[in-house]
């Protein structure tokens, strides 16, 4: 099975930066990014800088971007009711690929400024 990657991922073979390279060989990232499912993240949540984006997910889990826009880091809050969940989740941090807990009704995570925390809100651990 051929694996897609994303358009501009790749400049040419001779200039893979650090961030390209990380992007690659993070196994959770491509799964998020090549989901079966196909459905584009949408933005369920905006005030001033801060938005919250979720894409629903082949396995019936979320992936979940809290962005912030400002000039300064903030908290970025992700509500299940926004998102369409209820109850106890597990978030998993994409980038870090790590469990953050079980939450309950929201997750709440510090954004850097023009940042985002990507993770993924599923019923199970991974």
Known sequence: MAVEIPRGI???????DEFRLSFLANDEMMELSQDPLGKQAGRVFKE????VWAKDMEDGSKAVGLFNRGIWKTKVTARWSDIGIQGKK???DIWRQKDLGTFDNEFTATVPRHGVVLVKISGQSR
Do not use: F, S, Y
Request: a negative charge; glycine letters at 8%; hydrophobic letters at 45%.
């Open 48 to 51: 001033g800088d801060l938005e």
């Open 10 to 16: 790749l400049r040419d073979d001779l200039q893979l």
């Open 90 to 92: 597990i978030v998993r």
